[in-house]
């Protein structure tokens, strides 16, 4: 079977499960997408890597990470290797010494360390054929608000007053939310601050 690359297009709540998020991954070279239910643990690594966010102390995926730099492992790529009843089965493709391994992960877990080593991500074609969605289909899944974050009226109250603060005061709010470890608050600041910049 022939391996698709794939890559991330978006993280988002899911309003199908309760306390999970949607992470959806694009095929690089096409228009279908696989979206993959993960927990908010998992969802909160991966966010907190792409935004390149420094949290006060190492999460476990950091810890991951630093564990195979000190012995020399390099994780080559995410292989997304199988998909049974709704669930997908990932490994990490290793690499020490020129000897290959294949470590069995989550998904979730396989991506967030994967990109703490902008490891490519890949599936199988006979996975992304039975698994995917296209943006047609994409956009329908949003206007039944499946994939549509919610947004509360307190989340919208939170936005607004992030406008009524300086550049600076952002700056010191951000630094105690990744002190506080407090990730998601910590994006919506990162992001204010960049729309001003």
């Not at 998904?107 to 490891?119: E, H, L, P, W």
């Amino acid at each position: 079977m022939q391996k698709v690359r794939l890559e991330i297009s978006g993280i988002a709540y899911s309003q199908t499960q309760s306390g999970s998020y949607v992470l959806t991954l694009s095929e690089a070279a096409g228009n279908r997408k696989l979206p993959i239910v993960i927990g908010g643990f998992e969802a909160q690594a991966i966010a907190v890597e792409l935004e390149k966010m420094i949290p006060n102390r190492p999460l476990t995926h950091d810890l991951i990470k630093s564990f195979c730099v000190s012995y020399d492992v390099v994780i080559k790529e995410v292989l997304i290797y199988k998909f049974v009843e709704g669930v997908f089965y990932s490994k990490l493709i290793c690499e020490k010494d020129g000897a290959i391994s294949e470590i069995d992960s989550r998904t979730s877990d396989a991506i967030a360390v994967g990109v703490r080593f902008n490891s490519p991500i890949f599936t199988l074609s006979n996975i992304i054929d039975e698994a995917s969605i296209t943006n047609d289909q994409e956009d329908a899944f949003e206007s039944d608000e499946i994939f549509e974050e919610d947004v509360t009226e307190e989340d919208e109250k939170e936005v607004s007053s992030l406008l009524s603060h300086s550049i600076q005061d952002l700056e010191k709010q951000l630094q105690a939310a990744l002190e506080n470890e407090n990730y998601e608050l910590a994006s919506k600041l990162r992001d204010e601050i960049n729309k001003r910049s």
